[in-house]
Each structure stands twice: as C-alpha cells, then as structure tokens.
C-alpha cells in the first residue's frame, strides 16, 4: 500500500462514539504516520477498509478486521482487572490493555488484528486509570506504583509509539522511525537556596528533623561563602543550565504565587527573577507558567497566577506545568481550557523517569467532563532529575548507568521531554557531581541536527 490512501474504519454500536473519533483523531496527528494517510470513520473512496465488529461473517476478505473489546467506547466505568498481554510483531513486543490474561500471541493474524489496539490507545493516552483520582494535601499521597504501566514494568519504553507505529506497518505502510527528539526544561521553584538568614535556620532545622547530620556542616559552609561572596548562591545556576545551542525546543516554568508551604518562594516581579528570564529568552528559551500546589483545582487562583506572569513577561502565557505535577484527570484539564493554556507538560513521573502516557509525542488530552477531544496539548514529562536518582536508588543501579540505559533503548521512535531543576545541582541537599553528569550525559545523546 502506498501513501496518499485512505483508510476508512467501520464501526458500529459505539455508544460513546467521540472517545473513538479522539482515537482516530490521535493516529492522524502522530509524528510516525505515513505522509499522505488519512484516517476516518467510515470514508468513502477509502483504499483500505477495517472493520472495527465482531460480527465478521460478511466482511470482504481484503478488509483488515478488529475485535472490539467493548469497553471503554461503550462504558464509562473502568473495568477490573486490566492485564498486559504481550503480543508479538516484527520481533518486537506489544502490550494490550485487556480484561482477559492470556498468553502472548501475534499482533496479526492474516487480517485478523489479535486485540482491540484502538481500546488499548484509548486507556493509554486519555489516561482514563487516573479518573477518579485527584491530588491531596501532600505531594506524595498518590502512589504512581499503582499506575498500570509502572505496575507492569512498561513505563521505561514509548508503548503508544510502538503501538502506532506497528498498526501502519501491519497496513502494509511503511513507517521509518526518526532519531529521538529532545525537549528541555526548567521548573525554577526557587531562584535562591539562601535568600535571608531565616531560609538559612530553616534549613538547619529541616536538617536536624530529618536527622541528616552529615549535611549540616555543608550547608553553614555554603551560606557563609555566599555571604562572603566567595560563590554564587547554590541555586543560582542559570547562566550555565540554560543551553546555549541552537535547534532545540527549551523552555522554563516560573512560579508566580501560591497559598500553600510548597509556594512564594520568590516574587516574580523581582529583580533576580527578572534577570534569569532576560538571559532564558537571550538563549531562545520560552516561557511558561509553573502554577503552584493548589491550582490544580483553583481557577481563581490560576488566572490571577497566569496574569501575573503575563504582566511581567509582556505577553500572554500559552504553556504550563504543574508544581509537583500535581494534575488531575478531569478537573485540571477544563480548567486549563477555561485559562486559555494549550499546552500542558505536567503528565510525567516524580519519581520513575518513562512515559506516563505510553508516549513522548504531543498530542490533546480527552476532557471526560465533556466526553470530546480537548484543546489542551500535552507534552508528556519523561526525564526529571529528581526521579532519575530516585528510580535508580528504587532498582539498585548507578543512577548514571540506569540513565544511559533508558536513553539507548529510546533513541529512535519517540520525543523526550528533559526537565532539570536550577535547584538540583545544589551540593548540600544533591550530589552536585552526579547530577551535573547526567545532565552532560543527555547532552550527548542529542541526535545530529537536534541541538
């Protein structure tokens, strides 16, 4: 089959018949179709006709076939239990979302597709598992070990991207997959480890509660050599975090207001905040809000974050992430909408490094307030310093050794989105070594032409 087809799927007795179209939808825009393809829901005129029904007694032999599950485009509610059957391709293995445990099987069958793949999407990229499930008054109230793809060890690889590609080859298509591209990002959650000597006791006592002796005497060292102007303050890393190469997206998240103890800890009206965006867009950085804990559910408090970032950058504001990726499905995602945000990088991992959403590639999220395609984009958060250190520890494996590892196996097929702290390379609460390193590390895994 050569591009510039079309491929018409026909499905039938679809109650929820928009999470399909969002599906379809989502396979039109993905980086890794063929040029020239085009999918639908029922084209006339089509090339190549799959038949989303079980009832297949008179499907015509040269139409593909795929098995409705019958979920997930016919219920609301999430069924249980959900497994991830392993189904090969091309010596490559697939993962289906299925109420069944089967044993591993071929993704195709002549024609015959072996699973419900546009079901298993849906589960994947709407992140339907996250429903009913909303932020709580501590950053660490939600487990993402219970999350589906951490749960079966598939959160280290591009699932959906995998999926995507596999169903245009199974057409008979052929789909090349490009180097890996990069994103990098900042969160700036604070501009100054030691912004006045009550931060400074603070710290101390932070220290002393968590019974962290051998830090203390780093850290009165660190504050009297800042004073002394011996050094720059531990967190003010922006003049060398701030990548100076051409052709690659960067971007940095700002902080402009709060109402819990995870905010306010600097004004972005300030000077030194001032200073860090001037060199940011001086290094073809963009900026985007990063509002804090409690507007994952505030929009009052939202708008006046946003508008205050708006005023001190001069223009309006389009992206954001939210502070400890504190995100809920569906509440967040109409709120973002309402803001006139549309483009989103909160869906990632604090502590796993992988894909939260099966994928790396932007794509819209599904508002299940008002089952339709929302106007929202979503770049998934794949790589955040913290969660490099904190899935190695979890797995017993030098963090720089466990990254190396994840950037080899996605070197093609996917987009990552890096995020480094300005406050990471602090040497009182990080080793400001090991994470220099591995940020050098994904420097080098930049493709050609990519940075």
């Not at 794509?363 to 790589?383: A, D, G, K």
Request: contains cysteine; hydrophobic residues 40%.
């Amino acid at each position: 089959m050569l591009p510039g087809k079309k491929i018409s799927i026909e499905a039938f007795s679809f109650l929820l018949f928009s999470r399909l179209e969002y599906v379809v939808s989502f396979l039109n825009n993905h980086p890794l179709k063929p040029a020239g393809v085009e999918l639908g829901v029922g084209l006339g005129n089509a090339s190549v006709h799959i038949h989303y029904s079980n009832e297949t007694e008179q499907v015509p032999s040269s139409a593909f076939v795929i098995p409705p599950q019958e979920h997930l485009f016919q219920n609301k509610e999430l069924p249980s239990p959900l497994y991830a059957n392993i189904y090969s391709f091309e010596e490559q293995f697939l993962y289906a979302v299925e109420t069944e445990d089967r044993l591993p099987g071929t993704f195709l069958r002549g024609r015959l597709f072996q699973f419900d793949i546009l079901e298993t999407l849906f589960f994947y990229i709407s992140r339907i598992e996250e429903l009913n499930i909303s932020p709580g008054s501590e950053p660490d109230r939600y487990s993402e070990s219970s999350q589906f793809l951490v749960r079966n060890g598939l959160h280290r690889e591009a699932v959906v991207d995998q999926l995507v590609a596999a169903f245009f080859r199974a057409l008979g298509l052929e789909v090349p997959l490009p180097e890996t591209r990069f994103i990098w990002t900042h969160d700036i959650d604070a501009l100054r480890k030691f912004p006045s000597f009550y931060k400074f006791v603070r710290s101390i006592v932070r220290l002393i509660g968590r019974k962290q002796w051998r830090r203390l005497v780093p850290l009165v060292r660190a504050y009297y050599r800042v004073v002394e102007k011996q050094q720059p303050d531990p967190f003010d890393t922006f003049d060398w975090l701030f990548l100076k190469r051409g052709g690659v997206e960067k971007m940095i998240f700002l902080m402009a207001g709060g109402l819990t103890r995870y905010d306010n800890h600097y004004q972005i009206s300030s000077a030194e905040a001032f200073r860090a965006v001037q060199l940011a867009l001086k290094r073809g950085y963009r900026i985007g809000l990063h509002p804090s804990y409690a507007c994952w559910i505030n929009p009052v408090q939202f708008a006046e974050e946003k508008q205050l970032l708006e005023s001190v950058i001069g223009h309006e504001v389009k992206h954001s992430r939210q502070h400890f990726l504190n995100f809920s499905i569906p509440h967040t995602i109409s709120l973002l909408e309402e803001a006139g945000i549309t483009e989103d990088h909160s869906l990632g991992f604090r502590s796993h490094i992988g894909f939260r959403c099966g994928t790396g590639f932007p794509y819209r999220l599904y508002n299940f307030e008002q089952e339709r395609e929302s106007t929202v984009t979503e770049v998934p958060l794949v790589i955040m310093d913290s969660a490099i250190l904190a899935e190695a520890k979890q797995r017993g494996i030098e963090a720089f050794d466990f990254l190396k590892g994840f950037l080899k196996k996605n070197k093609k097929g996917t987009q990552i989105s890096v995020n480094f702290h300005n406050s990471s390379f602090d040497g009182v609460e990080w080793d400001r070594q090991q994470m220099k390193r591995l940020y050098a590390l994904i420097q080098e895994y930049f493709p050609a032409g990519n940075g």
